[in-house]
């Protein structure tokens, strides 16, 4: 059974750094993406990046690109996203999101994941 843990959020001041941990496990097989999605206040849930296992790619949402980043450790069971220069829009739950068959073209679709972490809430105060 695949579960997802996270960790790593807080309340932080604008310009601060934070990075989220997301450890999966009972992941089998080579393929699939992890992905993080985060919920403003009052908001949609809306991507912010992701890691494809076949072939190592990331990807970053435009609005973040520059100042967030993802990556894996060696086994690749857990995902990071480290949140630079942080701002206030940046307020909302983080979450994590696993799935095995994901394709290329659904990674941004929330929908399109099977399993998700707890979340974690990420404060910026101005």
């Known amino acids: 059974q695949v579960q997802l843990v996270e960790s790593g959020g807080g309340l932080v001041q604008a310009g601060a750094s934070l990075r989220l941990s997301c450890t999966v496990s009972g992941r089998t097989g080579s393929g699939g993406a992890m992905a993080w999605f985060r919920q403003p206040p009052g908001k949609e849930r809306e991507f912010v990046a992701a890691?494809?296992?076949?072939?190592?790619?990331?990807f970053v949402e435009d609005s973040v690109k520059g100042r967030f980043s993802i990556s894996t450790d060696n086994t690749k069971n857990t995902v990071y996203l480290q949140m630079n220069n942080l701002k206030s829009d940046d307020t909302a739950i983080y979450y994590c999101?696993?799935?095995?068959?994901?394709?290329?073209?659904?990674?941004?679709?929330?929908?399109?994941?099977?399993?998700w972490g707890q979340g974690t809430q990420v404060t910026v105060s101005s």
């Open positions: 890691y494809r296992y076949m072939g190592g790619r990331t």
């Open positions: 999101a696993f799935d095995q068959r994901i394709i290329l073209s659904s990674l941004r679709f929330s929908r399109e994941y099977d399993h």
